[in-house]
């Protein structure tokens, strides 16, 4: 009886435990978002999450999530981390440049790396070396290279500025430390504290191959033998325009942060962005201009899919359409067969389907799955479970969805694309162009030159951009000036001098007070620190181009210094340019097949694209000649001085080692032998000697001879 109501007892105290459990539990999403590009390629977005529980709920035995990931935020005390491999450069023209999707994907050519360490200020730097030499033996990369501070800036306002992953400045975050109830003083300590943690570095040279690609699969827990991943076909990725490999950490698991998002625990996001070109020509029209190619999932990476990861919890492939596409349609009839329709409408926070046999005479048009899959523009290959609406304040987004899960070896999954009619769109382009050249000729000086250039087109209400005020003392007080930051980093031998910075608007140049609202420089030092500059612009809506020119000297290296391909030059990381007023996010609204409408709620790839983020542009990377020492003086010298030094030490040995008995007996065997100009001197003024003496004597004189030749050579050299 006793032992009956002890294990009731065991029971109950054990029933918190296993909802608990149940409850916290470890989640694996992958999902495909595939879309097609205006300058005939297919962009293509691999977007795998992990998700861990808080440590000290769950425990630091896992399943899902990789362990050499947590071990080095454990270690290192990593809040939040982001690194990215990219090859080629992002085309904000041809490819877009304000939404949420480009935000997340567009990173500069080589390697980037920031972090933010729960680590005491003085122990920041040693955490960051260490933490770039752990990075570089998991990736195989040379992220060694930015240990020493000589690389590695420190920013303020960019990046993590205790905001989590918005970072740009405090008040327009929308998560992190911006969500909790803390009072205003205590956020903003918090947010000072955070801002002297963060450290960033980049390595513009870096190549990426397929032994970053390796390890960074090996993450997942179906690696590339299942699922999503297993469509990666090494050649297919790197025969593209663009590529980025990309690593984000956030965690709340340290001490001095458990009150605040608590329930996060750790979150890894690993994603994988392709600009492919299409392989399959047009089926019609094949010559025409405006057709597009055809393509398929098969086409574009050479295998099929044939099922989900099993030990993923969402796994989903997305075909996107944007915006400005679908408004063209609209323009060509789109879906003028009797197709079956269904309008989107409601308010601005709650949607609804109206009445399926509704006209497309509303304010939004039309949609429905049956028209998006097959209209007298396109069709597509493969049978979408539902679709989705991206609600914008100029247009829709279509975003078809593919069910996974019922398909396997015996049924793949081919999802692609056919076009019937030629048809041409735009992107939608950022607020601005950037582009950045150097000014000036020689190996001495020169000037970096920022330009800004206004795009002509309605970006905000493409992508329903919204501006928002500041709520601070230093807000923007017209509602037709817009913001931007400007965050460069140099190396150390450019030496920028600030007091030259020129911002000219339309050409008319304009004072400091005028245009410029936060400004933090530091200047480099010589094989010490780099040259930071962050600055926070305030321009008109109007303003065509902005212009911004800084001087600079070119320092001088040592002979070790210089890379190998010396004359090649140097390369300066790319600069980034936010515009913290100009926000974008990606409402999608989920119509299901059978006429119901719902958020998505499953999807972490959506939900990440619901994020109202400020719009991002990064310049391209820059080329600076320096004077290069001829490098064949030093290699002259090294073989004189060695060729001296084999003759001088060769004719040292061959006089010490030489016997002198057995030689004059060999040569009184053989007979007299003729003699040379010493030995003939040396009979006439030694007569009176012998043969023998006037012979040793003779070989004293010779190394007498070369030892006065090496000496007087050493002392030439010692004086020139």
């Known amino acids: 009886m006793q032992f009956h109501h002890y294990a009731v007892l065991l029971l109950v105290a054990s029933f918190p435990v296993l909802i608990a459990q149940k409850l916290d539990e470890e989640e694996f999403s992958e999902e495909l978002l595939v ?27 896992h399943v899902l999530f990789p362990k050499a990931i947590f071990q080095i935020v454990q270690k290192f005390r ?104 803390a009072s205003n003083q205590s956020r903003s300590k918090d947010q000072n504290i955070l801002r002297s943690r963060v450290r960033y570095g ?28 297993s469509l990666l076909d090494r ?22 942060h458990q009150g605040i998002n608590g329930d996060i625990g750790t979150f890894l996001q690993q994603t994988l962005s392709l600009v492919i070109p299409a392989s399959e020509n047009p089926s019609s029209g094949e010559g025409l201009k405006g057709f597009q190619p055809n393509w398929s999932l098969f086409s574009l990476f050479g295998r099929h899919l044939m099922g989900r990861c099993l030990l993923a919890k969402t796994s989903a492939l997305y075909l996107e359409f944007e915006a400005p596409l679908v408004e063209k349609l609209k323009q060509l009839d789109f879906g003028t067969k009797d197709k079956e329709y269904c309008s989107l409408a409601g308010s601005e926070d709650e949607a609804s389907l109206l009445d399926c046999s509704a006209d497309s005479s509303g304010d939004i048009a039309p949609f429905s799955l049956s028209m998006v899959k097959d209209n007298d523009i396109f069709m597509v290959n493969g049978s979408p479970s539902s679709f989705s609406l991206e609600r914008g304040a100029y247009g829709n987004g279509v975003l078809l969805s593919f069910n996974i899960p019922k398909h396997g070896k015996q049924q793949p999954l081919n999802v692609g694309l056919t076009w019937k009619l030629p048809i041409t769109w735009s ?25 800004l250039k206004a795009n002509n087109m309605p970006t905000r209400d493409l992508m329903n951009l919204h501006s928002q005020r500041s709520l601070e003392k230093e807000s923007l007080v017209s509602p037709d000036m817009t913001s931007v930051t400007v965050f460069q980093v140099v190396p150390w031998y450019i030496h920028l001098y600030f007091h030259t910075l020129q911002v000219l608007i339309d ?31 305030k321009i008109p809506y109007n303003a065509s181009v902005i212009t911004l020119i800084v001087e600079f000297d070119k320092g001088f290296l040592r002979i070790d ?17 936010s515009f913290p007023t100009e926000q974008s996010e990606g409402n999608y609204f989920h119509i299901e097949a059978t006429k119901s409408s719902a958020h998505f709620h499953n999807s972490a790839l959506l939900e990440e694209l619901k994020r109202r983020k400020s719009v991002q542009v990064y310049t391209e990377v820059l080329l600076v000649p320096l004077a290069t020492p001829d490098f064949s003086m030093p290699y002259n010298v090294i073989t004189l001085t060695c060729t001296v030094l084999a003759l001088y030490f060769g004719s040292l040995l061959n006089v010490l080692r030489r016997r002198v008995s057995e030689e004059e007996r060999l040569a009184k065997s053989k007979g007299p032998s003729p003699q040379g100009l010493l030995e003939r001197l040396l009979s006439r003024l030694l007569r009176r000697r012998s043969v023998e003496s006037r012979a040793r004597i003779a070989k004293v004189l010779k190394l007498m001879l070369v030892a006065g030749m090496f000496i007087a050579l050493n002392y030439y050299l010692s004086d020139s």
């Open 35 to 61: 879309r097609p590009l205006p300058d005939r390629n297919v962009f293509a977005h691999f977007h795998f999450t992990h998700r861990l529980p808080p440590t000290v709920h769950y425990g630091s035995h």
């Open 78 to 181: 990593i809040r939040e981390m982001e690194l990215s491999f990219t090859q080629g450069r992002w085309k904000y023209n041809n490819w877009g440049g304000v939404d949420p999707l480009t935000r997340l994907q567009a990173k500069p050519s080589g390697v980037e790396l920031w972090a933010v360490f729960a680590v005491p200020d003085d122990q920041v730097d040693a955490t960051w070396g260490n933490l770039t030499h752990a990075l570089s033996g998991l990736f195989c990369a040379s992220l060694n290279f930015l240990e020493s501070m000589v690389m590695v800036a420190k920013p303020k306002k960019m990046f993590a500025s205790g905001c989590g992953k918005e970072g740009i400045t405090p008040l327009v975050c929308s998560e992190g430390f911006a969500d909790h109830h």
């Open 202 to 229: 980049a390595l513009p040279r870096e190549a990426v191959c397929t032994e970053n690609l390796t390890p960074w699969l090996k993450l997942l827990p179906c690696r590339d033998k299942a699922g999503l991943a």
């Open 235 to 256: 050649p297919t990725i790197y025969k593209g325009s663009y590529h980025s490999l990309r690593l984000y950490i956030k965690s709340n698991n340290f001490e001095e």
């Open 427 to 451: 992107p939608v382009r950022g607020p601005f162009r950037a582009t950045r050249f150097l000014v000036g000729s020689g190996n001495a000086r020169g000037a970096i030159a920022l330009v």
């Open 507 to 537: 050409e008319q140049p304009k004072s400091f007070r005028e245009v410029i609202k936060w400004m933090q420089v530091v200047p480099s030092e010589d094989r010490t620190s780099p040259g930071v500059m962050e600055i926070e612009l």
């Open 561 to 577: 210094e210089h890379n190998p391909d010396a004359n090649r030059g140097f390369d300066l990381p790319s600069a980034l340019l």
